[in-house]
């Protein structure tokens, strides 16, 4: 059994946080954690320290990149201020997902043998052995055939394909 650390950032923060960088931006402001904060705290009811702990996540986890820049407007002429931004280059690819399958949470996890999926221990129901196979898999690799409904088969073609999209842009 391989543990790895993946991602630690709560995947929809990260969402938030990036929203309330493009906005900050939008209104030609440095994203600072107090501009950051107070648009977490207005948008999304997300305390101080909360927000602190993910934007470090965040940033470790090179989904959210700390600048130093210097102010232009206002009393801020000059001064220089730490900010955030979204990263320049893509993130780097690797067979895996970065966050469990089950809970869709960053932390420890183990990686399927045979596919991207993988899953902390506690959201496993069986014990792991070496070569772990996650409940997929094994589901696919049983007799029985699993049968998806025709509505279920084009929500899951529609969405790899909008993901596909995504990747050419």
């Not at 929809?12 to 900050?24: G, K, L, M, P």
């Not at 232009?72 to 220089?80: D, L, Q, T, Y």
């Amino acid at each position: 059994m391989k543990v790895m650390k993946r991602r630690l950032a709560c995947p929809q923060t990260v969402q938030h946080i990036w929203d309330a960088v493009e906005y900050i931006r939008q209104q030609k402001q440095i994203p600072n954690f107090n501009r950051i904060s107070s648009y977490m705290s207005r948008k999304y009811n997300l305390k101080g320290s909360d927000l602190e702990r993910q934007l470090n996540f965040a940033v470790q986890d090179k989904l959210v990149v700390m600048k130093k820049s210097i102010g232009c407007k206002g009393s801020k002429v000059g001064v220089e201020q730490h900010g955030y931004k979204l990263p320049d280059c893509p993130l780097e690819r690797d067979s895996h997902d970065w966050y469990c399958f089950e809970c869709h949470r960053g932390g420890q996890v183990v990686l399927c043998s045979l596919c991207h999926r993988v899953f902390h221990t506690i959201c496993i129901k069986e014990d792991v052995s070496d070569k772990f196979v996650c409940c997929v898999c094994r589901a696919l690799k049983s007799k029985s055939q699993m049968k998806v409904k025709k509505h279920e088969l084009n929500t899951l073609l529609s969405y790899t394909c909008l993901r596909l999209k995504e990747k050419r842009t």
